[in-house]
């Protein structure tokens, strides 16, 4: 075991992903390389509360016969990289060796290399290459007819068991329903929200150009805000007319590619953004900023893929000009350019802060903006849902997922808030399974809907 010694005291800093050099899928390399860090992470033992990765490793090496890292049998890592669902929050927020320290710790990109390193040896399992498979998936199961019967599998309980039994689907996972009348189709018929959105008059559109911001912008629909709930693209869109900016869907769209980099198919992700990043490019070069309704889908653009592609000048563009919702938003009013014409307090709201939202290091920013709305007070949860992908929805995490949860939901129910919400819609509805109230749970930006009175 490594002598301890004192973290860094300086910011993260975060290498590039050296995927394509062949030491990078190399098993005694990589092997070296986990005994490396976990000796390390063993040793400190700082984030035994975060995730099950790390509280599998130190079961293993407190179960081993000699208690050390180097006495635990090398095939066992597999279960610690496949707890690993990459929330990055130990990197950004617990482990005091990271970059710049000499030690050069960067857990969940290890466990990425470890994952892809599988994923090329072909030792992923057909259950997860399905459910990374977004698109391919959602264009069968988005056809009206097919969506309504996946969706009745979904929900019934033979169904389910047949799923957990034959693809490793958890049987009492909520998994969300395919939404035939997706956001594409909703936007393209000029349907300005859900049923009763977009009813109040609006102020007209007048993008005011800020040092931030151009006021006009490309909203990224996301596999999840497109296909599944298309009521965020909605809202979000009707939030930001209000509020004069000039938005519009993004001419087309595929996965962002968070899904295949959980996977490991670092080979996908590369495709997908070869599609994604001319196209936003053109938008960029358009005066045009982009949002997007899936803090994960943000953060694929403003971290996973500039570290893919460093010296990727279009995708460094794309980066400079992505933005969560409530980031620009609260740009936008440092500006003096955001109405507060709220018509409807919230009262109190309890706010589960998403994994994927905190490692962008943008502040509280949902909590910021839905605090200017009057008589209404926001209680910020900054602990993992959870849910974590499709870690949640699959029948061997399951469990743990409920577990990792549980912090969540106690502070959920202790705070008797009159709305709970999460900036990750997975994450909350996740949660909303086991709170004491579940119909509190509500998405910030139909909150802020709400308190605009754009939803009746």
């Not at 130190?58 to 016969?65: A, C, P």
């Not at 982009?290 to 694929?300: D, K, N, R």
């Not at 938003?329 to 309890?350: I, S, Y």
Request: hydrophobic residues 40%; aromatic residues 6%; neutral net charge.
């Amino acid at each position: 075991m490594k002598e301890r010694r004192e973290g860094s005291l300086e910011a993260p800093t975060r290498h590039p992903l050296d995927w394509k050099n062949p030491q990078f899928y190399d098993a005694d390399a990589l092997e070296s390389e986990l005994e490396r860090v976990f000796d390390i992470c063993h040793g400190c033992r700082r984030c035994f509360n975060l995730c099950n990765a790390f509280p599998t490793l130190f079961d293993l090496v407190d179960e081993s016969d000699g208690g050390e890292v180097e006495d635990v049998d090398k095939r066992e890592f597999k279960a610690v990289v496949d707890n690993c669902y990459l929330c990055d929050m130990c990197y950004m927020s617990k482990c005091p060796y990271v970059p710049p320290h000499e030690w050069n710790v960067d857990f969940p990109h290890l466990m990425l290399r470890a994952k892809a390193a599988a994923f090329r040896r072909g030792k992923t399992s057909l259950r997860d290459r399905v459910l990374s498979s977004t698109d391919a998936v959602g264009r069968i199961a988005g056809v009206p007819v097919v969506a309504q019967a996946v969706n009745a599998v979904a929900a019934n309980r033979t169904g389910r068991a047949m799923l957990d039994k034959t693809l490793g689907v958890h049987r009492d996972a909520r998994l969300p329903p395919y939404d035939s009348n997706n956001l594409r189709k909703r936007v393209g018929r000029k349907r300005v929200g859900p049923k009763g959105v977009g009813k109040t008059p609006s102020a007209p559109v007048d993008p005011q150009p800020t040092d931030d911001t151009t006021g006009r912008v490309a909203l990224f629909a996301t596999c999840f805000g497109n296909r599944h709930e298309p009521q965020l693209g909605e809202h979000l869109l009707a939030v930001f007319r209000h509020n004069g900016i000039d938005i519009s869907l993004t001419p087309s769209e595929v996965c962002c590619g968070m899904p295949k980099l959980e996977l490991g198919d670092l080979d996908a992700v590369a495709r997908q953004a070869e599609q994604n990043i001319p196209m936003l490019v053109r938008l960029v070069d358009a005066g045009h900023d982009i949002v997007a309704p899936v803090p994960s889908c943000v953060l694929m653009f403003k971290q996973e893929l500039p570290l893919m592609f460093p010296d990727d000048a279009d995708i460094r563009k794309v980066q400079q000009a992505f933005f969560d919702p409530f980031e620009y938003l609260m740009l936008r009013h440092r500006a003096g350019l955001l109405k507060t014409d709220f018509k409807q307090p919230l009262g109190k709201v309890a706010y589960q802060v998403s994994c994927h939202l905190r490692v962008q290091n943008i502040g509280l920013k949902t909590r910021d903006v839905l605090s200017l709305v009057p008589e209404t007070e926001v209680m910020p949860i900054e602990r993992c849902a959870g849910h974590n992908g499709t870690y949640a929805v699959k029948t061997e995490f399951h469990e743990s997922a409920k577990k990792i949860a549980r912090p969540v939901v106690r502070k959920v129910d202790s705070a008797k808030a009159d709305y709970f919400g999460s900036d990750c819609a997975l994450a909350g509805h996740h949660v909303a399974g086991a709170v004491a109230q579940p119909d509190t749970a509500v998405h910030p930006l139909e909150l802020l809907s709400i308190a605009y009175g754009l939803t009746q």
